[in-house]
């Protein structure tokens, strides 16, 4: 799987739209963009993924370059339940027959602010 | 709708205890399973997987094992445990596409 580098850390204001970057420079065709988060003391929680088209779901949204070499990830209003570890992942979808673990870096500590 | 369960929360145990964490999953059938650690200030590292019934792979050698009795259950055990095992273990499920989603884990100290 393709590395990733993230800032160690943002603050951000309650209210206020979160934008989260992400590298990913040797990402190769196969590879979807993951993100998760991780609350102090809780299990990662899924958020959103994409491949090249950007997405959106209830939770935030995913911009992809069009070369596919990096990433933000927006939380458009974020609140203080929004403080936590983010971590960026690229990833090669399998196809049956197998499976593999998640590749966690060191994450973004985003900190809402009020 | 698909839940995880990890049990139990916390735990407290002294060197070369046995360890025994289960993790059940409900509301899928046939899912892939991990069992992952995270160590304090460190990032999750992937122990053990698992495709199916009796099947486990395992990521890195330890003193660790992992079972797979039934088709939602996913069990980590040791039979002597180390200073070194201490740490936040979390149990996660995926299909399809691979997406896994997380269990809210076991916090265990070893002293």
């Known amino acids: 799987d393709a590395k990733t580098t993230q800032p160690p850390s943002m603050d951000c204001a309650e209210g206020r739209a979160a934008n989260l970057p992400c590298n990913h420079s040797t990402i190769s065709g196969n590879e979807y963009v993951y993100w998760y988060r991780q609350i102090h003391s809780q299990g990662p929680q899924y958020i959103i993924h994409g491949l090249k088209n950007n997405e959106t779901n209830e939770m935030a949204s995913l911009i992809i370059t069009e070369d596919r070499k990096s990433s933000t990830l927006i939380l458009p209003h974020a609140t203080l339940r929004d403080t936590a570890v983010y971590y960026c992942?690229?990833?090669?979808?399998?196809?049956?027959?197998?499976?593999?673990?998640?590749?966690f870096g060191k994450g973004t500590h985003l900190i809402i602010q009020p | 709708s698909q839940t995880i369960h990890q049990w139990p929360a916390t735990l407290v145990q002294p060197v070369g205890s046995p360890l025994s964490l289960e993790c059940t999953v409900e509301g899928t059938s046939n899912p892939n399973l991990y069992w992952y650690r995270q160590a304090a200030g460190r990032g999750l590292q992937l122990l053990f997987y698992?495709?199916?019934?009796?099947?486990i792979s395992s990521e890195v050698p330890q003193n660790l094992s992992a079972s797979r009795p039934q088709d939602r259950q996913f069990i980590l055990s040791s039979k002597k445990l180390l200073l070194s095992d201490s740490g936040f273990y979390l149990c996660a499920w995926g299909s399809g596409q691979e997406t896994q989603y997380f269990g809210p884990g076991t916090r265990l100290l070893v002293l």
């Open positions: 992942i690229v990833r090669a979808s399998y196809s049956g027959g197998g499976a593999d673990g998640l590749t």
């Open positions: 698992s495709v199916g019934i009796g099947q």
